[in-house]
């Protein structure tokens, strides 16, 4: 497979390099005969300096032969100083004249190879592709020679850059030209100056430790610039990492948001916290695991649509499990939310038992469609696409949940019993209706949640322990009947873990940040959003 | 005689102590004096799991204490358990001396392996016996009572109070996960070789463990026994059934709720740390917040408020594990465990004591009932 490509990488070169032959003024022919004559020599040194003239010559099949001495292709005829090399194809070409050899000479030896001729190879190689017809050779190439900062590698790429007409392609390349520039001792001044000036705007941690490189010797004010320009990088840097952690906080905070709102409203609502909150998520995950395996198997095609089946059927899987839950367990346990929470926990271990024996104790693997996978960048930060996908979903839900709460009769029933249970019933709102129907649209986010889950997590029967106490700290942090407060709650304490992890590593941040908020609930025994009124303190 | 003043009105307590005593005298007995042929010898492995039983019984006894009489359902007292038996894990570690594998006069085996020069000033004091059984009580019980303090005074109550102790615990588990922690991290303390000088694995030895952890359970016994008996004890059952009408008609609400925390914390800590040189180890896994959920199950299957049921519970739920656990059931125990769960809290809220007590009542109406079955409290929800 790599020699197919580097079969490429020569053919294509091969190309470029008799494509932009004419117009350059650099290309000596005269340098490949030297370079060959240097060659012939077999010595390492001679080889390295060999290699140069060649990659400078222009000549169009220069890439073959340093691609030939690579792979020990290279051939000395020793008694007449004369060079062949081995093409792919097995024949025995002169290198000077690229001519298939009538009569190759017996006893040809392959040019000796050391890591540094190696080295030479390599960037010799990068600086050739230098012009390859395809872009994203081209910043390939560009790349490495970033990393190798080759000076032999300048006329190529100044000639490179003067050719190139694709934006970012260019920029690539004078990035490596300030790469390599800044790190030539004998570069003028003004040059080094404006490499400076290139990777200060880069701005990427390479050009950092580029441009910490600068021998201490330099100049005074190549010196100063360097220095400036590091301190203005590495404060573009932070800064940007600042802003990768708040976002790493708002996507954690958006999971945390879909795990706990389901389990605010039943909260809210019947006072009860669900235990089995968690396994709703895990039936949720496996609900979409189904579903793919079912469109794996019977329409690979529409794969990508899996998700639109699987977040309905999940919804609908966990919500018929949580309204049985309810008519068949919790309706018999009313006012006493104490005995209710040891109730769905006996339900969660149920569940996860079922799952485990159905689907097997293991991870199951749940795909990602097409335009979820993969990430975008925004100036200096990463964004996946899964995670950019939940954060929308997170909104979608929170916002759906609104509105059906202030705007259908369901919400406005729940609003009610959340207040003050017996005056509602009173006024004729059939509570055992509303705790059912609240408890299986609770139970149906959570099943939401676990197809969103499933894109970010391992599917296994724990699933859903893993979120439950941080759901449940949600919940109480963010305080009850009220879902501004889970957003809240959920957003601030996704915030403060990603933004405690850099110091305090992830364990140790998570055990401060359990600690805040026992502290935070001793000082606000409702949580932040209480409500307000008599019910509340019965 | 004081013994004699607390059971004057408890039948079932008295049958409960004669049990646990004599259990305490017969096993080691049995075990020591039987040779192996016998039919009635008891076996090593048994005494062990035995003795088990009686250190979660001592839990469950302390957990029915809080929630039972004082309507707090503390999702934490896996932790105070734990707690109790580190520090005698602790006690143990610093009894190996230079029996261990590196052979470090003062540093824990764990601790050389993670290049510690010193020993950590946490671990001051631990070799001596009395220093290692005082932090026993009073490590469980300082953070009870701060816990408490805290939580008792904000009138954090009801389901809030459950969450927040599983947080508790949970930030425990994680703590003692890291290795940085200094108590060993993911493996926990084990290998231990002596405690007071007596070899922990010597027959000798098991016995005398078996015996005190029975004493212990018959201790903790009386002293809920006392406490529930007492007009203190009153109280507590009346900020059970009606907290704010208690704190009206002029009690300290918070004051007696953290008493009563603090001493079952200390009672589970004791528990704890007689559980782990029977067992040989303790680890992290401890603190898992499930296992005190399950110590929850135990009280309610053998009655809340009833103090000789936990214990009936904690010993008929931890017989059933052991014998599902293994063999072809296996896979079957977290649905029956989690169908106890749900059909004990639905058909038999007041647990297996509690029931009795009901049906005795209703045999002999004109007889006073034992004990006071503890009436199914209604949260002011």
């Known amino acids: 497979m790599s020699r197919l490509i580097r079969l490429c990488i020569v053919l294509a070169s091969l190309v470029a390099g008799l494509a932009i032959t004419p117009q350059r003024a650099v290309a000596a022919p005269e340098d490949l005969a030297a370079g060959l004559a240097l060659i012939a020599k077999d010595s390492f040194n001679d080889t390295i300096a060999g290699i140069d003239a060649i990659a400078r010559s222009g000549a169009p099949h220069s890439a073959a032969l340093v691609e030939a001495l690579q792979d020990r292709r290279l051939l000395i005829d020793t008694a007449n100083q004369k060079v062949f090399y081995r093409d792919a194809a097995g024949a025995v070409r002169d290198a000077q004249s690229n001519d298939v050899a009538a009569d190759p000479p017996a006893n040809l030896t392959a040019v000796r190879l050391n890591n540094r001729v190696r080295g030479a190879v390599n960037a010799a190689i990068g600086a050739l592709s230098l012009m390859n017809p395809d872009p994203v050779r081209r910043i390939q190439a560009a790349q490495a020679v970033m990393k190798s900062r080759d000076p032999a590698a300048l006329p190529v790429l100044e000639a490179a850059i003067a050719a190139e007409k694709i934006a970012n392609v260019r920029m690539e390349l004078q990035l490596a030209w300030a790469a390599v520039t800044f790190n030539k001792a004998d570069a003028s001044l003004d040059k080094r100056q404006e490499a400076v000036a290139l990777l200060r705007e880069a701005g990427t941690r390479d050009a950092v430790s580029i441009l910490r490189s600068l021998p201490a010797d330099a100049a005074t004010p190549l010196r100063e610039a360097t220095s400036s320009a590091i301190s203005s990088i590495e404060q573009r840097l932070a800064l940007w990492g600042y802003a990768q952690n708040i976002w790493y906080g708002v996507s954690l905070g958006s999971v945390l948001l879909i795990a706990a709102i389901g389990l605010a409203i039943t909260f809210g609502v019947m006072g009860v916290i669900n235990m089995a909150h968690g396994e709703m998520v895990m039936l949720g995950a496996y609900t979409t695991f189904v579903v793919q395996e079912f469109f794996r198997t019977s329409a690979p095609g529409l794969f990508d649509y899996s998700l639109a089946v699987a977040i309905p059927l999940a ?82 839900i929170f916002v759906g949940l609104l509105l059906a709460l202030r705007y259908t009769p369901l919400g406005l029933h729940m609003r009610a019993v959340t207040q003050n249970r017996r005056m509602a019933s009173s006024m004729g709102i059939r509570t ?93 025994p409702r949580g932040l959003f209480a409500l307000k009124g008599r019910a509340v303190e019965a | ?42 076996s090593t492995a048994t005494m062990a799991l035995l003795g088990k039983y009686l250190c979660f019984a001592l839990l469950a006894l302390s957990l029915d204490l809080v929630w039972g009489y004082c309507g707090i359902l503390s999702l934490g007292h896996g932790a105070f358990f734990a707690l109790g038996g580190y520090a005698m894990g602790m006690y143990l570690m610093r009894q190996i001396g230079t029996r261990g594998v590196y052979a470090h006069p003062v540093l824990p085996d764990f601790m050389v392996f993670l290049n510690w020069k010193e020993l950590p000033w946490y671990w001051y004091g631990f070799e001596n016996a009395w220093f290692a059984f005082l932090m026993v009580m009073a490590v469980p019980g300082l953070l009870a009572f701060v816990f408490g303090w805290f939580a008792f005074r904000s009138r954090v109550t009801g389901v809030y109070l459950s969450i927040i102790t599983q947080a508790l615990t949970y930030a425990l588990m994680l703590a003692f996960f890291r290795n940085d922690m200094g108590f060993g991290g993911n493996n926990g303390l084990t290998d231990f070789k002596d405690i007071l000088g007596f070899p922990v694995q010597a027959n000798t030895t098991r016995a005398a463990l078996f015996a005190v952890s029975a ?77 005190s959920i399950e110590v929850v199950i135990w009280v309610a299957v053998g009655g809340r408020g009833t103090l000789a049921g936990a214990a009936l519970g904690a010993v008929l739920v931890n017989f059933a594990k052991t014998t ?3 063999g072809f059931l296996a896979p079957y125990w977290l649905f029956m465990l989690g169908a106890l769960f749900v059909l004990v809290t639905i058909w038999l809220p007041k647990g297996i004591l509690g029931t009795l007590y009901d049906f005795w009542a209703r045999r002999r109406p004109n007889e006073e009932p034992d004990a006071k079955p503890a009436s199914v409290p209604q949260p002011a929800e």
Do not use: C
């Open chain 1, 315 to 396: 919804f609908l899987v966990a919500g018929g499990i949580g309204v049985a839950i309810e008519r068949g367990v919790i309706r018999h346990l009313y006012g006493r939310p104490l005995e209710t929470l040891l109730a769905t926990w006996g339900i969660s271990l149920i569940l996860q038992q079922a799952v485990r024996t159905t689907f097997g104790p293991t991870n199951r693997e749940v795909g990602t469609p097409q335009f979820m996978s993969g990430a975008m960048e925004v100036g200096g930060l990463v964004i996946t696409w899964n995670r950019l996908y939940i954060v929308i979903f997170a909104g979608l």
């Open chain 1, 432 to 524: 055992g209706r509303v705790d059912a129907l609240t408890f299986g649209l609770g139970s149906g986010i959570a099943g939401l949640a676990g197809v969103a889950l499933s894109q970010i997590d391992n599917v296994s029967p724990n699933l859903g322990q893993s979120y439950i106490i941080d759901s449940f700290l949600v919940v109480v942090f963010g305080g009850v009947g009220n879902l501004w407060g889970t957003l809240v709650g959920a957003l601030s304490i996704g915030m403060a873990n990603k933004l405690l992890e850099p110091y305090a590593g992830a364990v140790l941040g998570k055990i401060v940040l359990l600690v805040a908020i026992i502290f935070f609930i001793q000082k606000r």
């Open chain 2, 1 to 42: 005689m004081i013994t004699r003043a607390l059971l004057t009105d408890d039948r079932t307590g008295k049958w409960f102590l004669a049990i646990v005593l004599g259990l305490a005298v017969v096993v080691p007995l049995l075990h020591l004096a039987m040779p192996p042929s016998s039919p009635f010898h008891i």
């Open chain 2, 215 to 291: 004493l212990a359970l018959v201790l903790g016994y009386l002293v809920a026994r006392a406490i529930v008996a007492s007009r203190l004890g009153k109280v507590l059952v009346s900020i059970r059934d009606a907290e704010s009408r208690t704190r009206f008609l002029g009690y300290r609400v918070e004051h007696y709720k953290t008493f009563v925390f603090t001493v079952s914390a200390i009672m589970a800590g004791i528990a704890g740390a007689l559980y782990v040189p029977q067992v040989g180890i303790i680890n992290p896994s401890e603190f898992t917040p499930a296992n």
């Open chain 2, 324 to 326: 599902f656990t293994t």
